[in-house]
């Protein structure tokens, strides 16, 4: 009886939905290696916007750009996921505590914020207890919103962990730190690994709260894009977002192996609930 | 069984401690700040001056002609904005449900195997940078871009249809952004279905419509409040959309507070004073949603 699944055109929307939501990547993935000047004739496959991006006018800001956003997303994604870590921990093993659901909302607070409010709270805060923006806040505020994107698929992977395995390493006479390094932590792995992933690409992702609080000169990958986008779209600007595009699909697709993989471990299996 | 060891809470402050500090100080704090803000005096060098004014609000809501000294009428500049940005979030949230819940009850209904990869496809594009995608969807519905000359190459139509700088390309363009929000919560719903109840409405001779709205809508609507909550609350704070695929009518919230706070004419006070505003219609957003969720519970 799979007839009251079936509803009629419900399969066209999901394949136009699909299309709709890569048709502009995939386009602008493919006259990135159009061979000319102009945006939309098309002069034959060409690697030149390629090489424009790392030799042309425009190659320096580019790899300044590329540093610091790849500098930042490496120690915000490290730092926000040991925080996370430590947070699922309390959170998923500490039982009941007093401030439970407090603790709940603060981790969950950057997604309910919009951003541009984030964006301007950080900025007014940094100014006004008289930081100077640059580096340094960029990467205050970007380990700050990655936590709650690290947070959730450690926590997620932390519940499905039965805890017999942690009470049968302290029943063996494991210290607490031992049971936690030697058998929790390599089943916790892929929620970390995947978490990890995620903070990194949010944060190479960030634009809004980036452009407040970055400060005249700073740049990111993202705010270098944009300032040359607003000067009109160039070839290179498009050769420069496949590649980014190529890296964010890369990551995802990494963390998502990676959870799928560690879903057919015995631990998870072993859940007593 | 389920307990911690004897002692396990002893770690708990330490644990968490990163947490609070980190998220307390660089979020909490400063959204207090940023609102303690918008109560103080703009200076004209560009900085504040601390003495407590309403002016910020009363800049936002009144008009007191170009003296000041006028009778107060309500002001529309601003309000206008937010009226259009509720619009906007509000059409974008219904194109996504429209194109959403086909979508999610169709990746529902397929087999294991092949759910996960659907799945997977529609939460691609949500990691990807927003701003390349909102500039990639400039560049395909541009005058010369390739949907028109798609469209004119296909003799449909003659002139370019001027689709970006208009209200619709910016409504395109938050449906385009928020999507995944909204299929994702939908699919959650829909999987948990009991498809069951379908075949019994079909037994009492319910067509599949009268069966969709009448037995499955009431059971998925959880899923379809949240969806419509994940896309409307980032569409009403926008900001790439408009300002990418919109022009000078189209203006957002996002943009005005963008102009406020950066812009070389900025009023800090009032940047911060709008930002509250609109993380004060956010957070009636989200009650509201928390009232409906638990009146569903109980029944």
Redesign the interface.
Known sequence: ?K?????P???A??V???L??????V??AV?SFNGSTS??TWGGASLRWYADVFTGPEAERFGLATWNSLTIALIAATLST???T??A???V???R?RGKSA?FA??N??L???????A??????FS?IGLRTGYLTVL??H???C?PFAYLPIAARLEGIA?TYE?AA?DLYAT?WQAFRLILLPLLMPGIVSGYL?AF??S??D??ITN?VKGAGMETL?TA??GS?KQG?KPN??AI?TM??AV??L???LS?LIN?RGQKTPAQQGD?A | ?????PG??S??A???L???A???L??????A??SL?SFLTREFRGGVDWTFTLSAYDQFFFDRGLFGDERPRLEWAYISIFWRSIWQAAVATVLCLL??F??A???A?RPARSR?V?L??????Y???????T??????L?D???LN?ALMGLGLIDVPLPIVNTNFAVQVGLF?SY??FM?LPIYAAVERYD?AL??A??DLYAS?WT??REVVLPLVKPGIVAGCLLVF??S??A??APD?LGGAKTFM??SL??EQ??GSQGN?PF??AV?VI??TL?LIA?LLYARAITRERPA
């Open positions: 009886m007839g009251v699944r079936h509803y055109g419900f399969t929307v999901a136009a939905c699909l709709v939501l890569y048709a502009p990547m386009v602008v006259y945006l939309t040991a925080i996370a430590a947070a921990m309390a959170m093993r500490g039982g505590f603790t603060l981790i607070l950057p309910m914020v919009p951003e541009i409010v984030i301007v709270a950080t900025l007014i805060f006004t205050i505020a380990v700050t919103f936590i805890r009470q302290r607490r995620l690409i949010i190479l992702d634009f809004i407040f993202p894009i944009f986008v779209i600007v498009m977002s980014l595009l964010s699909i990551f995802v697709s998502y799928r007593p | 069984m389920a307990r911690g060891a396990d809470r770690l708990l330490p644990l968490l990163p947490t609070w980190v998220i307390g660089f979020m909490v704090v400063p959204v700040v940023m803000y194109v959403g086909p979508t009850w169709f990746i209904t996960a659907w997977f496809l529609v939460t691609v594009p990691w990807v940078n927003l701003l390349i995608r500039v990639s969807l400039r560049f395909l541009r010369t871009g390739p000359q385009y999507l995944p299929v498809f379908s075949e409405a079909a599949r069966a969709l609350v980032p009403l704070g900001f790439l990418l919230i996002g507070i963008d706070i950066k800090w940047g911060a930002a609109l993380m956010v989200l």
